[in-house]
């Protein structure tokens, strides 16, 4: 049998459980330094004998949640992209020191298997002479440090879409399928996705990628084989487990199970081109083997240990702070208090359908279609909001299209007032052909998709409806849908933001000429505009709305894709 060298769970349902024991190795290993470093501060220092001890055993890993509010704003705090910071150290002395948090110095020399990167571009990543990590950092060996306005301006542009995009996550309705939910939560390939499929709420894979591209730039969180060593990996990856503990407590009946069934034929999960410790079509269960990482009693991880809410849970010893009234490490009193809290949470990252219905004003509201009380698709105890729905762009990108990270880019292409904006990034997160990851070479082989998307904030289609209306008619829902498709643009782009390909949007946007198009090996797949109605409670309207009638409004793009750059022609 066919073994491969490589612990690459991306892309599978064990996306989320397997980098849990990972985070917490760290935090364990930080743990362990702290706590020695501390008797060895207490046993020179006897006047501060309680003080460092203390301090080390009440020392958790922290997590940055770069879908707050503020960041749109902020982008990140300055405690992690400030070069020096000041501590505290022993004898009440404050030193200013390197910021463990702004990069990593690879003070035992930089190891002997790193290599350069060369982007499609052009711009090299110097890995293999770069003394520590860098994000967006200059094409040169010896770059003065990280880009930091670009880093901020990355993350400041792309920080409503991840508000959008976590909300999404917990919009999930409570009667779907266990096995098939859970596959579409945890990971990016969707491997039960069939193409006739068109609801998609998106992955938390997904929403993680996003944040690689956005961290790195040329530097070390955009290349899967070098990100773990910029510390906000780690803060980047507690908070993608955050998600996973709240959303776990929100819907601790989804669950991976032994596999899916789809009109009666039952399927297995598969780790479909293997890892270092698993052959090729791998069966994944619940109970396998999360290698590397291994139990106090020598046993490795299973995905069912890693959870918290399980029979078989291991123990933990960490929690969340509370959110909405969750505390991810206490099981729920009951199914309702799941739903109240999970409808706070979506409400918290921006996704409040029922006070959004209440504001929009445009006349084509009023003319986009929704499903009658009785629809089969429509619960018996919920009546949908009238005159709404709710819009998004699915998106399938090849994985292996630029031979490392990009991503894809929605635009909204401004009018005479108003420049173009982001609207939202479908990023993928991926090693280039020389990677000593053989899942990832099988992968580019079997030309693996990436599913993603981009919900499109109402507040958007709104000034868009505005802006095509002509003051006489109303336009009619087919009016309504070309006008949007007719306000986007897409990009293409590498790890730095650099443009590869670009296309309108729209009927009436010009067919790109044959000679200018892009390779068939990096044309989007697809980039369609879908919609959904929305349905409340009829009694109780504090309890989650129940997303229905998903329709799919065809592709945004059919006048092709202009190659700008050599790289995408």
């Known amino acids: 049998m066919l073994l491969v060298t490589g612990y690459c769970n991306h892309g599978a349902v064990v996306f989320p459980t397997w980098h849990r024991p990972y985070v917490m190795l760290i935090e364990q290993s930080i743990g362990n330094i702290a706590d020695q470093l501390a008797h060895d501060i207490e046993a020179k220092n006897p006047h501060e004998c309680g003080v460092w001890i203390k301090a080390a055993k009440e020392l958790r890993f922290p997590y940055w949640d770069w879908a707050e509010k503020d960041v749109s ?17 022993a004898g009440g002395q404050k030193q200013i020191i390197d910021n463990p948090l702004s990069f990593f110095s690879f003070v035992d020399g930089i190891p002997s298997d790193f290599g350069d990167e060369t982007l499609r571009t052009g711009q090299v990543a110097y890995f293999s002479k770069w003394h520590r990590t860098y994000r967006y950092a200059v094409s040169t060996a010896n770059p003065e440090g990280s880009n930091v306005d670009q880093l901020q301006k990355a993350f400041k542009a792309g920080a409503k879409d991840l508000r959008n995009k976590v909300a999404q996550l917990f919009v999930v309705n409570d009667n779907e399928d266990s096995a098939l939910a859970w596959d579409e939560f945890s990971n990016h390939t969707m491997q039960s996705k069939r193409e006739m499929d068109n609801y998609n709420s998106g992955s938390l894979e997904g929403v993680h990628d996003a944040v690689h591209t956005l961290g790195g730039g040329t530097g070390h969180m955009s290349a ?11 803060l980047h990856h507690s908070n993608v487990d955050r998600l996973l503990a709240l959303w776990e407590w929100c819907y601790t009946e989804y669950w991976m199970e032994s596999g899916y069934e789809i009109k009666g034929q039952s399927y297995p999960w598969t780790q479909q081109l293997g890892t270092y410790a698993q052959v090729y079509n791998a069966q994944l269960l619940p109970d396998g083997p999360l290698q590397p990482f291994r139990t106090e009693q020598g046993d490795y991880w299973t995905s069912s240990q890693a959870r918290f809410l399980h029979a078989d849970a291991y123990p933990k010893y960490y929690s969340y702070p509370e959110l909405a009234g969750v505390k991810v490490n206490q099981a729920p009193m009951s199914s309702d208090e799941r739903a109240l809290a999970r409808k706070k949470i979506a409400a918290y990252y921006g996704f409040d359908p029922q006070t959004t219905a209440q504001q929009v004003a445009a006349p084509a509201w009023t003319q986009l279609p929704v499903p009658d009380n009785d629809h089969p698709a429509v619960p018996a105890d919920h009546a949908v909001i009238p005159e709404y729905r709710t819009f998004a762009v699915h998106v399938k990108l090849l994985e292996h299209a630029f031979n490392g990270s990009y991503s894809f880019q929605l635009y909204h292409k401004g009018n005479d007032n108003s420049a173009s904006q982001l609207i939202g990034t479908v990023a993928v997160f991926a090693r280039p052909d020389h990677s000593p990851c053989k899942a990832c070479t099988l992968r580019r082989e079997a030309g693996t998709v990436i599913h993603g998307v981009i919900p499109i904030p109402p507040a958007l289609i709104e000034s868009i409806m505005k802006s095509n209306a002509d003051g006489e008619t109303v336009a009619t829902f087919d009016q309504t849908l070309a006008h949007i498709k007719g306000e986007f643009v897409g990009k293409i782009v590498d790890a730095t933001g650099s443009e590869l390909a670009r296309a309108e949007g729209g009927l009436e946007a010009p067919q790109v000429p044959g000679h200018q198009t892009t390779s068939r090996n990096v044309t989007p797949l697809e980039i369609s505009l879908v919609s959904t109605a929305v349905a409340e409670h009829g009694e109780d309207k504090d309890r989650p709305v129940y997303i229905c009638d998903w329709q799919h409004h065809d592709g945004i793009f059919s006048g092709g894709w202009q190659a700008t750059h050599p790289a995408a022609a």
């Open 73 to 89: 704003e902020n982008g990140l705090p300055p405690v992690l992209y400030e070069d020096k910071v000041e501590i505290m150290a």
């Open 224 to 234: 899967p084989d070098y990100a773990a060593f910029d510390p906000l990996f780690f």
